[in-house]
């Protein structure tokens, strides 16, 4: 079946640090891909996205690019902000599914 | 925006009670999902909805059923509470239309059970 991995964390970073999360997965077809992130004490909300190999889907300064090659799809940024501080899920949804695969989620500790 | 709202933050129930965690979405969607959040297993499918009056098992429904009886909410009710049922609860809901893959979660329910 379908699955997503990411690194484990914590990732501990000082501000302004350049940030990867790694985020690899297995599936069939041509799944759409996302970033979700979640703040202390709120739910999941969507980062960004990418539905096709090469698409790049930014938001908030965070950038992930959809390899079809290599089956991934990290999440990186540039100089991080304390306030980025938070757990990030990586997801797939396969074409004609309503139903996401999540991976395990990765903290993120952003020290000033 | 899209707004999923729960409609506990916080419960704390005996074990053997009856629990009811409701959630309600304001977007018209049809999807609607109950998860569960546990350190180091992410999240877990309870059920889903993708109609009003159906349903559907994800990866754990053991002890755990639900009801869609209007298409904005969908509740969760834990028959006969355990103490593994400790855990955080996500609602989430999304559409069939454009954007059919993107979930919109609630702010969760911390359920203990003692």
């Known amino acids: 079946g379908d699955s997503v991995t990411q690194m484990e964390g914590p990732v501990t970073l000082s501000e302004e640090a350049f940030l990867t999360i790694n985020c690899t997965y297995t599936?069939?077809?041509?799944?759409?891909l996302f970033w979700y992130v979640q703040y202390p004490g709120e739910g999941l909300q969507l980062l960004l996205k990418?539905?096709?190999?090469?698409d790049k889907g930014s938001n908030k300064g965070f950038e992930a690019t959809y390899r079809k090659e290599t089956t991934s799809f990290h999440l990186e940024k540039g100089s991080v902000q304390v306030s980025d501080s938070a757990v990030y899920f990586c997801?797939?949804?396969?074409?004609?599914?309503?139903?996401?695969?999540f991976g395990r989620g990765t903290s993120l500790i952003v020290h000033p | 925006d899209v707004k999923v709202t729960q409609s506990s933050r916080y419960l704390v129930k005996r074990t053997g009670e009856k629990v009811f965690l409701e959630c309600v979405q304001d977007?018209?969607?049809?999807?609607m999902f109950w998860y569960r959040q546990d350190p180091g297993l992410g999240l877990r499918l309870i059920y889903f909805s993708y109609d009003v009056k159906m349903k559907e098992k994800g990866d754990i429904p053991e002890g755990y059923s639900v009801s869609r009886e209007k298409k904005e909410r969908f509740s969760l009710i834990l028959e006969s509470a355990s103490t593994n049922q400790t855990s955080m609860y996500l609602c989430?809901?999304?559409?069939?239309?454009?954007?059919?893959?993107?979930?919109?979660f609630g702010a969760g329910t911390r359920l203990s059970v003692l």
């Open positions: 977007m018209d969607h049809e999807n």
């Open positions: 989430a809901s999304s559409s069939q239309g454009t954007d059919t893959n993107i979930q919109y």
């Open positions: 990418a539905t096709k190999a090469d």
């Open positions: 997801a797939l949804s396969p074409p004609g599914s309503y139903i996401p695969t």
């Open positions: 599936a069939t077809g041509y799944p759409s």
